[in-house]
């Protein structure tokens, strides 16, 4: 009896000691689990947000946009990667041009625009040939250009950006919006209006109301237009609302029937985006869009003014890398000398 009640003594230390090992590991496996689970978490904070934003780099104006590459950079510790489009002949240029100037720390991807998928889509026009370039209308195949990002920037060339383009990336876009824009009613005040001779700001001044298919749109004339040199995009909506293929159907209508053009509202490449988008857009502070500082040499911004805008656009005839132009040294002050010597700044009468 003696012996058995040792053995059993045994055991029941044995189980105990089990007992005890595997509740050890249950509380130490979990955690570490906790612990793995809070060190993802931790780098899951510590990964900064990628902000895209695309912008083209024509053969003529590559400086223009290596300023407002420079302007973007220089005003945000947001980590940003930029998609630098152009046609094949200019790839290695814009390559060059970034990696022997100050630009060489940005994070970059040098996209190739083919024109060919334009090709039957444009209609020749020979009032204003410089909008029939065929990066004018990269802006429409954002998808097939970007691909790992949902939200993205597009931005004209002739800008120069003077706030944290974290802000416009911030952008809230309505649910079932595939893009904001600035609304071309939301110019600061009457007075600046008045002083920017020949500004078009509603849909009669891009689209030929004379013509039925336009008519049949059922889109008043004096509905106020938007600008599409600044884009916050949404890739998952864009590509949903096959955005491209509508586009793409709207200038091959133009083609047909000759709906608009360079004449009326001077962007052969908003007219569509126009008919497209209206209605379904949302928008973009007004600060962060400060436009038509080409439209007229003789119309200024009050400086003040100019220093609390988010972002200055020279659309329109008159840029302010050449001559006659408006507060081109806010322009100059990012510019960024040509490596090759190619691009020249031109300011002389």
Not at 253 to 269: H, I, Q, T
Not at 291 to 307: C, I, K, M, V
Request: glycine share 6%; charged share 20%.
């Amino acid at each position: 009896m003696a012996l058995l009640r040792k053995i059993n003594q045994v055991l029941l230390f044995l189980l105990i000691v089990t007992l005890c090992g595997i509740l050890y590991k249950k509380v130490h496996k979990g955690t570490m689990v906790k612990a793995e689970a809070d060190d993802d978490a931790e780098t899951a904070e510590d990964v900064e947000e990628e902000i895209p934003v695309v912008i083209c780099a024509a053969a003529g104006r590559m400086g223009a946009t290596m300023a407002a590459i420079n302007s973007i950079y220089s005003n945000t510790d947001a980590n940003i990667m930029f998609y630098v489009v152009g046609l094949r002949n200019t790839l290695t240029r814009i390559r060059k041009w970034i990696e022997h100037s100050k630009l060489r720390e940005i994070n970059f991807k040098i996209v190739e625009f083919n024109p060919v998928v334009l090709k039957g889509k444009i209609r020749p026009d020979s009032s204003r040939p410089e909008l029939l370039q065929p990066l004018n209308f990269v802006r429409f195949y954002l998808p097939l250009l970007i691909h790992q990002h949902e939200k993205v920037i597009y931005l004209d060339d002739d800008v120069i950006v003077q706030g944290d383009i974290q802000e416009l990336y911030d952008t809230t876009l309505a649910l079932g919006h595939a893009a904001a824009f600035s609304d071309d009613c939301d110019l600061p005040s009457a007075q600046d209006i008045d002083r920017l001779v020949g500004l078009q700001n509603t849909y009669m001044g891009y689209l030929d109301y004379r013509k039925k298919t336009i008519k049949d749109l059922g889109i008043s004339p004096s509905t106020c237009s938007f600008n599409p040199g600044v884009i916050v995009a949404n890739m998952t909506e864009w590509k949903h609302q096959r955005i491209t293929k509508q586009l793409e159907k709207w200038m091959q209508k133009n083609v047909e029937e000759n709906l608009y053009s360079s004449s009326l509202g001077g962007g052969v490449a908003t007219s569509p985006m126009l008919i497209v988008f209206h209605g379904k857009y949302s928008t973009i502070n007004p600060l962060w869009h400060i436009r038509h500082l080409g439209w007229n040499p003789d119309a200024r911004y009050s400086e003040h003014f100019l220093q609390e805008a988010k972002l200055l656009h020279w659309n329109g005839r008159h840029k302010p890398w050449d001559f006659p132009s408006v507060h081109n040294d806010l322009w100059e002050s990012w510019f960024v000398p040509d490596p090759a010597g190619i691009f020249k700044l031109n300011h002389n009468s």
